[in-house]
């Protein structure tokens, strides 16, 4: 075997595994988005906010159900270097007892060294850095 064909051999057994590395949950890519409400993806955002609230915010707060998910709109990427996002919001009802406006989008392409896609998201009222601008302005 040479050493191209080795090369290109790793490559490909890295980026399947990146892939699923990635984002485990998130089996979807090229712009084929499953639906708003798809349970993998409300997994992964309790799974992450919980994960962030434990290391960063240290609220003690997590999402225990988010209701009414659905597509705020969608863009196809079909421009010129443009991305495939699918964005969506519902409701989150935290540990709290509080409801909040939860915004997300999905990201074709976006995960992991472009493998993948990614899938950012933010809660009214707990963005304290402004990650997403005011008022959760970049994933709506």
Same mark, same amino acid.
Request: overall charge positive.
């Given at each position: 075997m040479t050493m191209k064909s080795l090369i290109i *051999?790793? =490559?490909?057994?890295? +980026?399947?595994?990146?892939?699923?590395? #990635?984002?485990? *949950?998130? =089996?979807?890519?090229? +712009?084929?988005?499953?639906?708003?409400? #798809?349970?993998?993806?409300l997994r992964y955002i309790q799974k992450r906010f919980v994960w962030t609230d434990h290391h960063v915010l240290k609220r003690g707060l997590a999402i225990e159900s988010i209701e009414r998910a659905h597509r705020n709109r969608f863009g196809d990427g079909y421009q010129v270097a443009?991305?495939?996002?699918?964005?969506?919001?519902?409701?989150?009802?935290?540990?709290?007892?509080?409801?909040?406006?939860?915004w997300w989008l999905i990201e074709g392409g976006m995960g992991f060294a472009g493998l993948g896609d990614n899938v950012e998201f933010c809660i009214s009222g707990l963005d304290p850095f402004k990650v997403h601008g005011a008022w959760c302005r970049s994933v709506r």
């Amino acid at each position: 075997m040479t050493m191209k064909s080795l090369i290109i *051999a790793f =490559a490909a057994t890295l +980026g399947f595994s990146l892939s699923s590395f #990635a984002s485990p *949950a998130l =089996a979807f890519s090229g +712009g084929n988005f499953p639906a708003c409400d #798809a349970p993998q993806v409300l997994r992964y955002i309790q799974k992450r906010f919980v994960w962030t609230d434990h290391h960063v915010l240290k609220r003690g707060l997590a999402i225990e159900s988010i209701e009414r998910a659905h597509r705020n709109r969608f863009g196809d990427g079909y421009q010129v270097a443009s991305i495939p996002r699918l964005y969506c919001h519902g409701t989150a009802h935290m540990n709290d007892g509080h409801k909040r406006t939860i915004w997300w989008l999905i990201e074709g392409g976006m995960g992991f060294a472009g493998l993948g896609d990614n899938v950012e998201f933010c809660i009214s009222g707990l963005d304290p850095f402004k990650v997403h601008g005011a008022w959760c302005r970049s994933v709506r």
